[in-house]
C-alpha cells in the first residue's frame, strides 16, 4: 500500500505544528488562572509583541516605540539589581558621620581617611604628615594646625597603627582642638607618649582630656605644660587621677594653677595609683596650695619624680614637705628651686629629710637660705645614717668656710654626694676650685 511502512520500522512521529506564541493577554490571563508562567516566555511575548508593533507602525511613530521599549527593559534590569546599596551610599561623604559609616578598606596608616576629611574641614593636607604618618614618632609642633587642622588629623590617627609618640605641641589647638584630639585617643590603643604643651586648651581642653583618661589605658605620658590650666581645669583633670592607673608621667608646669588647685590636686594623687612623675612647676602655688599638695605626697607611694620649682610655697610650704618626708619612703627626686624658702624654712625641712632613707636628689637652688640654710639641710643628711641623697644642688647660694668644711666632712662618709653651691670669695682666694658651675 502507498505510504505503507515496512515490517520492523521504526515508525517517526510526525512534527508538532509550531506553537502559538503567548500574547500579553494570554500570559495575564494564564497567571490569573494560577498556572505558573515561566519569566522567559512572558519577556518573549512582551518582545513579540514590540515587533509586531514595529512592523505595523509608521516611520513617525518608529522613534516613540523604541523609547518605550528601551524604558521598559530599563525597568526590569533595575527590578533584576539585587542590591544593599541605596543612591545616597554612592555620593561623597558631606557630614562627620557620613565620613566615620562610610565603608572602606581598612587603612592601617588613616591616609585615605586624612584626605577625606581634610576635604571635610576645608584645610589643605600637610605633606609633612602624609610623609611621616607610619613613623614610630610623629613631631609637628609649631606647624600651625588649628581647631579644624586638628579635628582631620585626629580623624586618621583614630585608624593609624604606626604611630606611639605624638608631639602637637604649640598648634593653638584650644579647647576645640583638644576635644578632638581626645576623642581619638578614645579609640586609638597604639600611641602612649602625647604631648600637647602651649596649645592654650583652657577649661574646655581640661574637660575633654579628663574624659579621655577616664577610658583611655594605653597613653603613659601626658605633657600638658603651657595650657592655661586654672583652678576651674584642675577639678576636671583631678577627677581622672583617682581613677586611671595606667598613666605614669604628667607635666602639668606653667599653667595658672593656685592654692584651690592645690587642695583639689593633693586629695586626687593621694588616691592616685599610677603616677611615677609629677611636674607641676612654674604654677601659682603658694603655702595654702603647698601643704595641700605635701599631704597627698604623704599618702602616695608610687610617685618617684616630683618637681615643685618655681612656685611660692615659702617656709609653711617648706615645712609640710618636710612633714612628708618623714612618712614617704618611695619618692627619690624632689625638685624645690625658687620657692621662696627662707633659713626658717630650710630649717624646719631639714628635720624632715633627717628621716628619710629614700631620696636621692634634692634640688634646693635659688632660695634666700643662705648658707646656715645650706649648712642645715647638709648637717641632717650626715645625721641620717639611711640617707642615700647622691645630688645636692644649692646653686646660687652663696655659702661660707662652715659649709665648705662640713661639706668635705660628709664627702669622706659619702665619697659618691655631689653637692653643688655658689660658692664664696674668701674660698676662691685659696685656690679652690670653681664649683658655681660644678659639682663638688
Known sequence: MLGAEPAGAVGVRPPSPPRAALSRGSARSAASCGATVPRSVCEHSVHQEGDASNRTNTPDDLEGNESEEKADEDSEREEEWDTDLEIEDLRPPHSL?????????????????????????GVV????????????????????????????????????TSIVKLNLSDNWLNGEGAAAVAEMLKENCYISDVDLSDNRLGVKGAEALSAMLLENTTVVTLKLSGNEFDDHAAKYLADALPVNNKMESLDLSHNMLGDTSGEVLGMAIAENTGLKELNISWNYFRSQGAAALARGFEANVFLRVLDLSYNGFSNKGAAALGEALKVNNVLEELNISNNRISLEGALRFAVGLKENQTLKSLNMARNPMQSEG??????????????????????EIPVNKDFA??????KMLSPKLQIRHGGNATLHKKDQPKVSQEFS
Not at 149 to 156: D, M, P, R
Not at 405 to 410: E, F, G, N, Q, T
Open 374 to 395: 645650706c649648712f642645715g639641710v647638709l648637717k641632717s643628711i650626715q645625721a641620717n645614717s639611711g640617707a642615700v641623697v647622691e645630688i645636692l644642688d644649692f646653686s
Open 97 to 121: 558621620c557620613e565620613l566615620y559609616e562610610t565603608k572602606e578598606p581598612f587603612d592601617p596608616t588613616g591616609k585615605t581617611r586624612y584626605i577625606a576629611a581634610c576635604q571635610l574641614y
Open 125 to 160: 593636607p600637610i605633606s609633612y604628615f602624609l610623609r611621616h604618618m607610619k613613623d614610630s614618632e610623629l613631631i609637628m609642633k609649631h606647624h600651625g594646625l588649628g581647631p579644624q587642622g586638628a579635628k582631620a588629623l585626629s580623624l586618621s590617627l583614630m585608624t593609624n
Open 405 to 410: 668644711d662640713l661639706c668635705d666632712a660628709v
